[in-house]
């Protein structure tokens, strides 16, 4: 790993600021001064800034329970940020992977792993994103049947031209309904439910591709996920 990297992970520095420091003599490697920001350090060697080791934090992956009332976002515009739910090291090196409503909750996952969250997001991949909704006006199976193939079609939302992806759609009850998207569009499985007649009253995601959320998680609570749940990935 290049040192200027290196320098950022293990401390508040930025990529300029860690390159500064070099220039200024205050890095040492192996009780080596060093000024060169491209040089490769390992996890095993002695790094120091003004005198004081270092030590790489590492990529992070976190599971969060989104609540109601929060923004995905880094600088929330209207609401608070899921951030301010986290307590942990350099939380500003983190970012949600992906987004979910201000008014959706369920499961977000958070990385400052760059390569990991693509793989988690991007649409060539076609992780399908699962979610439960409630609707107010009552939904009969024969309705229901109609509404599986129509998601299995694709809705052309409304200002769209291109319909979404195929969809699954499920009624769990006369108010309660499964849906999963592999699509992250605006809204995208609210503006599905409006278009067909059944706008929806709350919804919650239970599940990125094969990872679910943790049941022992409460509203605003996040654990680190385990091995394989990175490497399901």
Known sequence: MRLDRFLSEATELTRSQAKRALRQLEVSVDGETVRDASRQVSDTQ??????????RV?????????????ECSLRPAHYPSVMSLIEIEQIERLHPVGRLDVDTSGLLLISDDGQWTHRVTSPNRACVKRYRGEIA????????ARVVQQFEKGITLQGEEKPTRPATFERVGPHEVLIGVTEGRYH?????MTAVGYPLTSLHREAIGPLSLDPMLEP???RHLRPEEIAAF
């Open 137 to 144: 006006e009552a939904m009969s199976e024969s309705v229901a």
């Open 188 to 192: 995208q499985v609210r503006r599905m």
């Open 220 to 222: 605003g609570e996040c």
């Open 46 to 55: 002695d790094v120091r800034w003004q005198g004081e080791p270092l030590a």
């Open 58 to 70: 590492g990529w992070r992956y976190l599971m969060l329970h989104k609540p109601v009332g929060v």
